[in-house]
């Protein structure tokens, strides 16, 4: 079964980047989170370890 990563902490750490960062930024990136809602009216955002890890293997776009 696949390691789920829940919160932007824990993402983040996965990561190496900031909580903010990835907040700025992860739409942007193309990073492969989903914002789930909660009983409080905010989105978690979920991801598995191993759709970081493709994420991250992918070619990025050139010139950048």
């Known amino acids: 079964m696949e390691d789920l990563l829940m919160g932007w902490k824990e993402i983040a750490g996965v990561l190496r980047v900031s909580e903010r960062t990835l907040k700025d930024n992860w739409e942007r990136w193309g ?6 809602p909660t009983k409080r009216g905010y989105k ?3 991801t598995t370890l191993s759709a970081l890890k493709r994420w991250l293997e992918e070619p990025g776009p050139s010139g950048s």
Do not use: A, N, R, S
């Open 31 to 36: 990073v492969p989170i989903k914002l789930l």
């Open 44 to 46: 978690k955002p979920v």
